[in-house]
C-alpha cells in the first residue's frame, strides 16, 4: 500500500507524467497495466490508480 501512495504522489506532483500515466490508461486500460507489471505490489498500485484516475476525471 505503502508503494502505491507513493506512486500515485509522484504521478500527481508532475504534471507531465500525470498525462502520460492518464493517456496510457485510457488507450491501454487497467488491466494492460496489471500485466505490464507483473509484480506483487501491483495490486494496490493498479487499484490506487483506478482511484486516482476516476477522481481526476470528475
Do not use: C, Y
Amino acid at each position: 500500500m505503502a508503494v502505491a501512495t507513493t506512486a500515485i504522489q509522484h504521478i500527481d506532483n508532475n504534471s507531465k507524467l500525470r498525462q502520460r500515466v492518464i493517456s496510457a490508461l485510457k488507450t491501454g486500460g487497467i488491466q494492460a497495466l496489471g500485466q505490464m507489471l507483473n509484480h506483487p505490489a501491483a495490486t494496490f498500485v493498479i487499484a490506487a490508480l483506478e482511484d486516482w484516475q476516476k477522481s481526476k476525471d470528475i
